[in-house]
């Protein structure tokens, strides 16, 4: 870097010596005008820098060009470099009949040679006076003048404040005991990877991020129509960590290991809308293309696969080597298959926040989708996930929802049977209600097959493995979903599970508490509690229970774990106290029968735990998964009536 002095704001820096340009520490092209406006406006940030003084100090009067024309292509420039808009400014405001204002917060850091140069800017252009007074001003390191707090820069502010909430989740997850595989180490075979960066949502309407996050996940996928051989994408869930961040590119790149990065912006009305998006190699930190997409709403799918088409031909540029697949295969939307593509935009937003209340709302925008647009697969697809994952999750018994799940399963894969997600959908409803492991793992496969950068397919698919005892080829799979997704906090989960279901406890705990580093409240790494009850740490575990209680709330239940550690550890009278209060509780939200067989199970009383079980059987309860692995039933493994349960469950072999 370079020793002079620089200005920063947002993601960008303008340094001053050598006259450039970078965002998250990538050069990018600009023009000497544009690079002198800018100077300018950050050099009087908040300030009003009128036409008549841009003219002065940028075109001065022995310069025969046209200055209006001048001006505001350079202004033009500088909006397109910064994704900036003269509507919706984020950075360079226009005030009418006056000039432009730079309404970003900007921070002005000052080198050993910026004296030298400030002094050297300015005889260019104002004279010996001007000279000094930019030389003193240079020597003394300081803030540009205070921007007025108006609603704009309020928002930003807040971006600024999540930026450093960020970072401190980052410097958390450098502590990670076994964090993400190491971006040298991952198993790419051989294949050019790339991530595609949040798109920012420009709109300055924060209801409208659904859809900047859902044309971030929507390119992803569309990437992932690449030859999948040749060129692989990182996930949603890992990209997102970098949301209303300033890392920089070449820290992107090694933390998700990956040589390039597309990053951009997006901005609509009422029917129109405006894509930016630019493509840069990480080794190189050098800016590949970047390209603006003024389009109408219903084009968006046919703009997703421009998109896609010119990165893969950027990168055969870059390669000389083809990369093509099929991802310009979309064609324009009709008015009402884009509101069926939006409500769906809608509803991945909040399946992805993963809470219960959260697949609830998403399946309704799901449902709205396949009643805009019946033929629309994918919609179909997100409704199954969403009402299997609130079986799961607890919100419904599996047979309220389970049948509908199904029902919508198929129905996407009537309508598109090369649809990765539909296959995934109805692998985990044969998985987790039917126990038809065969043909759930088909599924899977066929899903991967479709999509080897399908990271949910790996995961899923792994924990069918795991549940079937095949421990060697799971932890292959996770750790390829840990590769292709390598900051989701649910895949390094996951994988902490399976090292508790292989009886690895020790590698179990320190993956299940490296999560909760990140996440105390994240809710499936607390079956951490469950290796420390197999390794006789019942205090250790009763300690971790009683967080989590408290970060619950006041209004949450007791938790069935609490009788099942203090009946484990020998605390009978105790566990039976909080046997009567979850009978209790019962009678308001009832509780899986799998829960109740644990809690039997540290009681000691076999025979009631099988008979929970029984009924769990009989729900089919998605607890029963675990049967054939679960160290917590060893002591019924002996027992006739368990076995035969075990086939019935297909999980005897």
Same mark, same amino acid.
């Given at each position: 870097m370079s020793k002079g002095?620089?200005?920063?704001?947002?993601?960008?820096?303008?340094?001053?010596?050598?006259?450039?340009?970078?965002?998250?520490?990538? *050069? #990018?092209?600009? +023009?000497?005008? =544009?690079?002198?406006?800018?100077?300018?406006?950050? $050099?009087? /940030?908040?300030?009003?820098?009128?036409?008549?003084?841009?003219?002065?100090?940028?075109?001065?009067?022995?310069?025969?060009?046209?200055?209006?024309?001048?001006?505001?292509?350079?202004?033009?420039?500088?909006?397109?470099?910064?994704?900036?808009?003269?509507?919706?400014?984020?950075?360079?405001?226009?005030?009418? *009949? #006056?000039?432009? +204002?730079?309404? =970003?917060?900007?921070?002005?850091?000052?080198?050993? $040679?910026? /004296?030298?140069?400030?002094?050297?800017?300015?005889?260019?252009?104002?004279?010996?006076?001007?000279?000094?007074?930019?030389?003193?001003?240079?020597?003394?390191?300081?803030?540009?003048p205070p921007v007025a707090i108006t609603a704009r820069n309020w928002r930003w502010a807040v971006a600024a404040l999540l930026s450093v909430v960020a970072l401190a989740g980052w410097i958390a997850y450098s502590k990670w005991p076994r964090g993400r595989p190491a971006a040298q180490a991952a198993v790419h075979n051989g294949r050019t990877m790339l991530a595609v960066l949040p798109f920012d949502n420009l709109t300055g309407d924060e209801t409208q991020d659904y859809f900047s996050d859902g044309l971030t996940e929507e390119m992803i996928a569309?990437?992932?129509?690449?030859?999948?051989?040749?060129?692989g994408v990182i996930a949603r869930t890992s990209?997102?960590?970098?949301?209303?961040?300033?890392?920089?590119?070449?820290?992107?790149?090694?933390?998700?290991?990956?040589?390039?990065?597309?990053?951009?912006?997006?901005?609509?009305?009422?029917?129109?809308?405006?894509?930016?998006?630019?493509?840069?190699?990480?080794?190189?930190?050098?800016?590949?293309?970047?390209?603006?997409?003024?389009?109408?709403?219903?084009?968006?799918?046919?703009?997703?696969?421009?998109?896609?088409?010119?990165?893969?031909?950027?990168?055969?540029?870059?390669?000389?080597?083809?990369?093509?697949?099929?991802?310009?295969?979309?064609?324009?939307l009709t008015p009402a298959a884009y509101r069926a593509y939006d409500l769906y935009l809608k509803g991945l937003y909040f399946w992805n926040k993963r809470t219960a209340p959260g697949l609830q709302q998403a399946s309704v925008y799901f449902q709205q989708a396949t009643a805009q647009d019946p033929s629309y697969a994918p919609a179909y697809a997100g409704l199954a996930n969403s009402y299997t994952l609130m079986t799961s999750y607890g919100v419904s018994p599996a047979a309220i929802h389970m049948p509908t799940a199904r029902a919508a399963a198929?129905?996407?894969?009537?309508?598109?049977?090369k649809l990765p997600a539909a296959h995934c959908a109805l692998a985990l409803i044969l998985e987790?209600?039917?126990?038809?492991?065969?043909?759930?793992?088909?599924?899977?496969?066929?899903?991967?097959?479709?999509?080897?950068?399908?990271?949910t397919a790996h995961q899923w698919y792994a924990?069918?493995?795991?549940?079937?005892?095949?421990?060697?080829?799971?932890?292959?799979?996770?750790?390829?979903?840990?590769?292709?997704d390598p900051l989701s906090l649910i895949i390094a989960t996951d994988q902490g599970a399976l090292f508790y279901f292989s009886r690895q406890y020790d590698r179990a705990i320190e993956q299940l508490q490296g999560v909760l580093e990140m996440d105390p409240t994240f809710p499936r790494a607390h079956m951490v509690i469950n290796a420390y009850v197999e390794e006789g740490r019942y205090a250790e575990a009763l300690a971790i229970l009683d967080d989590w209680q408290r970060a619950a709330g006041p209004g949450a239940g007791r938790s069935w774990e609490f009788a099942y550690i203090q009946g484990r550890s020998g605390q009978k009278q105790k566990a039976r106290a909080e046997l009567r209060n979850l009978e209790a509780e019962?009678?308001?939200?009832?509780?899986?029968?799998?829960?109740?067989?644990?809690?039997?199970?540290?009681?000691?009383?076999?025979?009631?735990?099988?008979?929970?079980?029984?009924?769990?059987?009989?729900?089919h309860s998605n607890g029963l998964t675990s049967l054939k692995v679960e160290p917590a039933y060893d002591p019924l493994r002996g027992d006739p009536r368990f076995q035969e349960l075990l086939q019935r469950v297909g999980l005897a072999q």
């Open positions: 002095c620089k200005y920063q704001f947002g993601p960008f820096d303008l340094r001053v010596q050598a006259r450039e340009l970078y965002k998250h520490g990538v *050069k #990018l092209k600009l +023009r000497p005008q =544009a690079y002198h406006v800018l100077a300018l406006l950050l $050099e009087h /940030a908040g300030e009003c820098v009128t036409r008549d003084e841009l003219q002065k100090r940028v075109w001065p009067s022995n310069t025969f060009v046209d200055f209006e024309n001048g001006l505001n292509t350079a202004i033009k420039q500088l909006r397109a470099s910064l994704n900036d808009s003269a509507v919706e400014p984020r950075y360079i405001e226009t005030l009418p *009949k #006056l000039g432009y +204002r730079m309404i =970003a917060p900007v921070t002005y850091e000052a080198g050993a $040679e910026a /004296a030298e140069r400030a002094a050297e800017i300015a005889q260019d252009s104002d004279g010996e006076k001007l000279a000094r007074e930019g030389a003193v001003a240079a020597s003394v390191p300081q803030l540009s569309q990437l992932g129509k690449l030859d999948a051989k040749e060129f990209v997102m960590h970098y949301k209303h961040t300033s890392e920089k590119i070449d820290k992107i790149g090694g933390e998700l290991g990956v040589q390039y990065v597309l990053e951009g912006s997006v901005r609509r009305d009422a029917d129109k809308v405006r894509i930016n998006a630019e493509l840069i190699e990480v080794g190189g930190q050098r800016q590949l293309w970047t390209q603006e997409y003024d389009r109408e709403l219903t084009n968006l799918l046919v703009v997703q696969a421009e998109i896609a088409r010119e990165i893969s031909d950027s990168i055969e540029l870059t390669l000389g080597s083809a990369q093509r697949g099929d991802a310009a295969g979309n064609v324009a198929v129905k996407a894969l009537e309508l598109d049977d987790n209600y039917d126990w038809d492991w065969s043909t759930a793992e088909k599924e899977y496969r066929r899903a991967i097959e479709l999509n080897p950068d399908y990271a924990e069918l493995l795991m549940w079937r005892g095949r421990f060697d080829e799971a932890l292959r799979e996770s750790e390829l979903a840990r590769t292709l019962n009678l308001k939200q009832p509780i899986d029968p799998a829960s109740w067989a644990f809690v039997n199970l540290g009681l000691g009383d076999n025979d009631a735990a099988l008979g929970w079980l029984e009924k769990a059987y009989a729900q």
